[in-house]
Structures are given as C-alpha cells and as structure tokens.
C-alpha cells in the first residue's frame, strides 16, 4: 500500500517537487532537516512518554500528573510543530521515495493518530490527574482506530513488516519497566525464554536465508509477544484497579499514546526500504 494506489496521476507533480521551491533548497542540506526532525521527535516523545509514564504510576511519580503536564506541554507543541514543517520540508526534497514507499502511510497514520491521542486524550487527562471525561473518550476511540489502522498496514506491507518488532520491543520493555513485584518477574522469565526459542528457532532450526519458512515463524513469534505482552499488562491494570492517577481506562491510554510514537519513529526507520 502506498500513495502511487491512491493517486496513480499524481507522480509527475510528485517527482518535479525536488526541482521547485522548497525542495530544491531544502535537498542540498538534507541531512541538517533530518537532524531537526529527529530532534523534534526526541523532543515530542520525549515528554510525551515522561507524562503518560506517570499516569501509569511509574517515572516522575513525587508529582501529580497535572504537574508533569503542566510543566511538559511547552515542549510537547515544539516537538509538533518541528515534526511538521522539518518534514513537509524533507518530504519535498525527498517526495519520490515516500510517494512508492508503504512506511510512509504508516508514519502518516502514526502522526494522525499521535496528534489526537496526545491532544485530545492524554493530555486532558492528565491535566484532569487521570480522569477520563466524554470528550477524551471520544478522541481515544478514533485515534485507537486510526494507531490500530497504523499497525495493520505496518504488518502486512511487504519488506516494512519486521519494523513490527520495533513497536512490539517497545511495547515489551514498557510493560516491564511499570509492572511491579512478582508479576514482573514471571513477566520476564516467560519474555526471555520467548527470546530464546525466537532465536534458537530463526537461527538454528530455520537458516537465516531460508525465508519461504523464516517468514511465517516470524510472524507466529510476532503473535505470541504480543499476546503474552498484552495479556501481562491488561492483567496488571486490572488487577490494580483505579490508582490516584485512574483506572485502566487511563493507563491503556498511557500506553496507546506512547507507543503511537514509537510506530512513527520505526515507520520513518523503514521507509528506506519500501
């Protein structure tokens, strides 16, 4: 899936954007409009990932949520506005390549998805100290939607699909740093051993070239993280019930806000290649 099948007639406007204003400019320092838009990331995700750490009662835990938000926010809307412009700029100079490329619509749904989760969930929510209100609610369901559209095409999508394991890593190491006492353990012996048969399995009994097999185990190891590292945490929020940050409701949109970001970023790490 990429632009080219939405918009077959668009490649001539697409391909002579590197020779008009800005792209022509921006093309001969590429590199120094990456460095802004991969600072602006870390910026972005950054205090986003600070802030919904602490509505899942981990990180900066000696303030209340409204503190952290409070003093995040400024940085939040720097890290937005130079993920934008550096990348409508980038993107000119480079409008070929994301237009073939399946990342690319990842990313963009990362970023749709991102924006609306940040802003119009995980933020008021935090502001309110963990309350969940209508209106969030209501911005969760369509930015859930849009993160789940995200990791859909991210999967399937030839040659981008082990970028999966990007956000599943993320996922894994996330559930592990905020989950407490003897659940995290068995967590972490179960994850591990996953990791050693994934290895054992892709590396001795499967060779590494041999892809007509290595695919489809991949793809069933893709499964079982996911299941086990889901099955752990949804376990956890609800075995905790509502906290002084809220409930589970609260924490899964923690946990959907971060890693909507994490997509983007491996979505943007992929589109190299397809």
Same mark, same amino acid.
């Given at each position: 899936?990429?632009?080219e099948?939405?918009?077959?007639? =668009? ?13 022509k ?13 991969? $600072? ?28 952290? %938000?409070?003093n ?10 130079? !993920?934008?412009?550096? +990348? ?10 994301? %237009? ?6 990842? *990313? ?7 924006v ?13 100290? +963990?309350?969940?209100?209508?209106p969030? *609610? ?7 939607a ?8 991210f ?6 699909n082990?970028g ?6 993320a996922?894994?190491?996330?559930? $592990?740093?905020v ?11 179960v ?15 499967? *060779?590494?070239?041999? %892809? ?11 499964? !079982?993280?996911s ?15 509502? +906290? ?7 924490? !899964?949109?923690?946990? =959907?806000? !971060? ?16």
């Amino acid at each position: 899936m990429n632009l080219e099948q939405f918009f077959p007639h =668009a490649r001539p406007w697409v391909e002579n954007l590197a020779n008009v204003f800005p792209g022509k400019y921006v093309k001969p320092q590429f590199a120094w409009w990456e460095v802004g838009h991969v $600072l602006s990331l870390i910026a972005l995700g950054g205090t986003t990932i600070l802030m919904n750490l602490r509505l899942l009662g981990a990180g900066l835990t000696q303030e209340p949520p409204s503190e952290i %938000y409070r003093n995040l926010r400024f940085w939040q809307n720097v890290g937005v506005i130079g !993920i934008i412009v550096t +990348g409508v700029l980038i993107g000119s100079a480079n409008a070929e390549r994301l %237009y073939d490329s399946a990342a690319f619509i990842v *990313k963009m749904l990362a970023l749709l998805a991102g924006v609306i989760l940040t802003y119009g969930v995980s933020r008021p929510v935090a502001a309110a100290d +963990g309350a969940v209100g209508l209106p969030p *609610k209501i911005w969760f369901a369509l930015g859930g939607a849009i993160f789940l559209l995200g990791l859909w095409v991210f999967s399937t999508s030839e040659l981008i699909n082990p970028g999966v394991f990007h956000v599943i890593t993320a996922a894994g190491l996330l559930v $592990l740093f905020v989950t407490q006492g003897r659940t995290r353990l068995v967590y972490l012996a179960v994850l591990t051993a996953l990791i050693v048969a994934q290895f054992v399995g892709t590396h001795i009994l499967v *060779k590494p070239d041999d %892809y007509a097999h290595l695919t489809p185990v991949n793809k069933a190891f893709a499964g !079982i993280f996911s299941a086990w590292i889901v099955g752990t945490a949804l376990f956890q929020l609800f075995r905790a019930g509502r +906290g002084e940050e809220g409930g589970p409701l609260t924490k !899964i949109i923690a946990y =959907a806000t !971060i890693l909507v970001w994490v997509m983007g970023a491996a979505a943007g790490r992929w589109i190299a290649f397809a």
